[in-house]
C-alpha cells in the first residue's frame, strides 16, 4: 500500500493517494463501537464499510437539504398563514391573481 500524505481539504485533514474511492479524498474517521456494529449489520454480505458510510453521508446530505428547502417554502409562505389565521381571505386572493 501506499503511503498517504496529509493534505488540506476543505479545511479538513484529509489524506489522498491511491487507493481512494472514485480518486477522491480519504477520510479518516473515529466512531463508537456501537455505531460501529449498527453500520456492519447494515452493509450486509458483500458490500464494504466505506460503502455504507459513504451511502449514509450522501443520505443525511439530501435531508439537510430538503430541511432547508422546506424552511425557506414556509417562510415564503407565512404570509399566507397568518392572513387565513386572521381570516383576511381579502389578502389571500389579491397575491393569487
Known amino acids: ?3 498517504f500524505s496529509p493534505r488540506p481539504y476543505n479545511g479538513l485533514a484529509c489524506w489522498k ?3 481512494t474511492v ?3 479524498p480519504r477520510v ?3 466512531l463508537p463501537s456501537e455505531l460501529l456494529a ?3 449489520a447494515h452493509a450486509g454480505p458483500g458490500k464494504a464499510m466505506h460503502e455504507v458510510i459513504r451511502e449514509g ?3 443525511y446530505a439530501s ?3 430538503q430541511r432547508r428547502q422546506l424552511a425557506r417554502g414556509y417562510q415564503e409562505m407565512a404570509w399566507m398563514n397568518r392572513a387565513m389565521a386572521e381570516n383576511r381571505w381579502d389578502l ?3 397575491q393569487g391573481e
Request: glycine share 12%; aromatic share 8%.
Open 63 to 65: 435531508y439537510l437539504d
Open 1 to 3: 500500500m501506499t503511503a
Open 57 to 59: 453521508l450522501e443520505f
Open 17 to 19: 493517494g491511491v487507493g
Open 28 to 30: 479518516i474517521v473515529k
Open 92 to 94: 389571500v386572493d389579491s
Open 22 to 24: 472514485e480518486d477522491g
Open 38 to 40: 449498527t453500520l456492519a
